[in-house]
């Protein structure tokens, strides 16, 4: 089974920048993709960016040219550098990785941009 830990949310101010991480851990196999979304309440959960375990990356046009999107095949992390951060941007932020054809979810993270 395998389980994802994220960290690295919390309360910033418009323009500012926070770093999420995920870990993912117990996987046999080797990772596939790595991802984040996110959620507002009442909302549905919103792709954020991508990144395949080659390096090749891709982003929703409300966060390209501000958030970067990296991963460590190593250690089995993705990380998620959000920078020029909006109100907009407030949400829980889930990591999202695929092994075969298998999605698994973090918990979620909680990031609110104060105006």
């Known amino acids: 089974q395998v389980q994802l830990v994220e960290s690295g949310g919390g309360l910033v101010q418009a323009g500012g920048s926070l770093r999420l991480s995920c870990a993912a851990s117990?996987?046999?196999?080797?990772?596939?993709?790595m991802g984040w979304y996110r959620q507002v309440p009442g909302k549905q959960r919103e792709w954020v960016a991508t990144?395949?375990?080659?390096?090749?990356?891709v982003y929703a046009d409300s966060v390209k040219g501000r958030f970067t999107i990296s991963r460590d095949n190593a250690k089995n992390t993705v990380h998620l550098q959000m920078n020029s951060l909006k109100p907009d941007d407030t949400a829980v932020y889930y990591c999202?990785?695929?092994?075969?054809?298998?999605?698994?979810w973090g918990q979620g993270t909680q990031v609110t941009v104060s105006s």
């Open positions: 999202n990785v695929a092994v075969g054809p298998s999605p698994y």
């Open positions: 117990g996987s046999r196999f080797s990772i596939n993709a």
């Open positions: 990144i395949t375990r080659s390096g090749s990356k």
